[in-house]
Structures are given as structure tokens and as C-alpha cells.
């Protein structure tokens, strides 16, 4: 079993920045990739941004060049900077882990107002 735990979610102004945490304990041996979802009212869960255990990351479209993906494997701590934040990314925010199967955490929080 994984468990991940988020923070870092908040308001902020458009234009703005956060930076989102994700912490991984249990069987972490078995992770081969970490990512961010996002799900806004109304919407499907779609992809952030992924970071596969090699460190290739991967990101979606909509947040290229915004966003950063990265990790610190000393603290099994998968983080997500956000830059330029825009209303549209107004969302609940996802970690998740591949491994044996998928593990998600509970979710943070993020309002951009415009």
C-alpha cells in the first residue's frame, strides 16, 4: 500500500504562484511514476504534469511552460510549481502513484481569482 498526502493548495490572484506537496509513505518501492490531477467543478479528472521514477517528466498542454514537475527522493516528496496561475486552473488538485496499482491522495484545494 502507497499513501500520499497533498498540501499547498490556496487562493491566489491570477498571475500568481503555489506550490503544491505531495508526501509518499508505505511501499514506495514499488512506485515507478508520480503525477498531479486536476478535476474542476463539472469536469472530468484530467492530467497535470507526470514524473516517471527515470525522472522523465511529461506535462499537459494546457499548463507547458506554467508548471514544473519535480522531486526529492530523499523526502519520497513529489512537488508541483505553479506559475502564471490563470482562473481556469481553479481546480481540486490530485497526486497520484503508479505502481502496483493506482494510489491517489485526497485532494488540495486551488482558487485563482481573476
Known amino acids: 500500500q502507497v499513501q500520499l498526502v497533498e498540501s499547498g493548495g490556496g487562493l491566489v490572484q491570477a498571475g500568481g504562484s503555489l506550490r503544491l506537496s505531495c508526501v509518499a509513505s508505505g511501499s514506495i518501492f514499488t512506485i515507478n511514476a508520480m503525477g498531479w490531477y486536476r478535476q474542476a467543478p463539472g469536469k472530468q479528472r484530467e492530467l497535470v504534469a507526470r514524473i516517471t521514477k527515470a525522472g522523465f517528466t511529461a506535462y499537459a498542454d494546457f499548463v507547458k511552460g506554467r508548471f514544473t514537475i519535480s522531486r526529492d527522493g530523499a523526502k519520497n516528496t513529489v512537488y508541483l510549481q505553479m506559475n502564471s496561475l490563470k482562473p481556469e486552473d481553479t481546480a481540486v488538485y490530485y497526486c497520484?502513484?503508479?505502481?502496483?496499482?493506482?494510489?491517489w491522495g485526497q485532494g488540495t484545494q486551488v482558487t485563482v481569482s481573476s
Open positions: 497520484n502513484a503508479v505502481g502496483l496499482r493506482q494510489y
